[in-house]
């Protein structure tokens, strides 16, 4: 008995000598990735956080702090590697690491840190579309815009951005319902104005090509969302060339409302007096005379008219 008992002495300290050694080599590895985390070498942090973590968990209630520790600190690291590739605009490779921080919080439970980069990661392909934006990538800023929104719909400047390369690929249709929905997700006024200046360009365009009915139309959507007076202007003089002498006074007058001191509002002001004076309103007409009738260019005219009426 006493042979056996000695033996039985010599195996239960063995195990309690390898049960240390088990959780120093853990706690070590725990530490050395703490360090590699100070001196910011994140991937080799988190093969010494991985390797303390298997140990810790192998010993089942003893490792148990050192196991939860790793399982608070893994995901945090891959999040903040996340965070230092945005910076360094290596944004497939942010990707990668939110993915694994998104991962690793569900597998560990922190919630929190799934939520960071949940939130990170539509603004990571916001950003990479910037740069192909600017680089005029229009393809690929598209496409990165579309995965944002995939992610999360309601980004209103996924929608704005989107609506930018889509215009700039003259891509009307497609370009106006994204503003849209930019306005209607926190982007209204940038979003609005983007479409007022849109449609005042096609209605520019438009009058060039002589296409005035369809200049009317565009400056009738640009006015839509957001007031513009050169699209007042193109309207009233595509108006004119129509006919339209009663929608052409209507767009001028709106025009002068909005840029009173604009070079060209003498000019204006006799125009609409002409056509006051041609569809019989007398009163309007000199009216209109006598607002440039010391203008040095259309004065002599405007004070001859006023000698007729």
């Known amino acids: 008995m006493k042979k056996i008992f000695l033996l039985f002495t010599a195996a239960a300290l063995s195990a309690g000598m390898v049960f240390a050694q088990d959780i120093n080599q853990a706690t070590e590895n725990y530490n050395n990735g703490a360090m590699e985390l100070n ?5 080799a942090a988190i093969t010494y956080f991985q390797t303390a973590l298997e140990m810790a968990e192998a010993l089942g209630e003893e490792g148990a702090e050192v196991a939860a520790n790793c399982r608070n600190i893994i995901p945090a690291v891959y999040l903040s590697s996340a965070k230092e590739m945005i ?5 497939d490779s942010a990707v990668e690491q939110l993915k694994k921080a998104i991962e690793a919080a569900g597998q560990y439970e922190t919630p929190e840190v799934a939520d960071d980069a949940n939130e990170l990661m539509p603004q990571v392909y916001v950003s990479k579309g910037n740069g192909f934006l600017t680089a005029k990538s229009f393809p690929e800023a598209e496409a990165a815009y579309k995965q944002a929104l995939e992610i999360d719909a309601t980004n209103g400047m996924a929608y704005f951005r989107l609506g930018q390369v889509l215009a700039s690929q003259n891509k009307v249709a497609e370009a106006e319902a994204a503003y849209v929905q930019a306005a209607a997700n926190g982007q209204e006024k940038n979003a609005n104005k983007q479409l007022s200046t849109m449609f005042v360009k096609l209605a520019q365009a438009a009058s060039k090509a002589k296409k005035y009915q369809e200049t009317i ?4 959507k640009s006015n839509q969302y957001l007031e513009n007076a050169n699209a007042y202007r193109f309207a009233a003089s595509a108006s004119q060339q129509l006919g339209k002498n009663d929608d052409c006074i209507a767009n001028y007058v709106k025009y002068l409302e909005l840029s009173p001191n604009a070079k060209d509002a003498a000019g204006v002001k006799f125009t609409i007096a002409a056509l006051y004076q041609q569809g019989g309103d007398k009163a309007k007409a000199k009216e209109y005379y006598q607002m440039v009738s010391t203008d040095p260019q259309y004065g002599p005219s405007a004070q001859e008219q006023l000698k007729t009426l």
């Not at 001196?39 to 991937?43: E, P, R, S």
């Not at 910076?87 to 944004?91: D, G, P, V």
């Open 39 to 43: 001196m910011g070498n994140n991937d």
């Open 87 to 91: 910076k360094a605009e290596q944004y």
């Open 217 to 220: 139309d565009y400056a009738a």
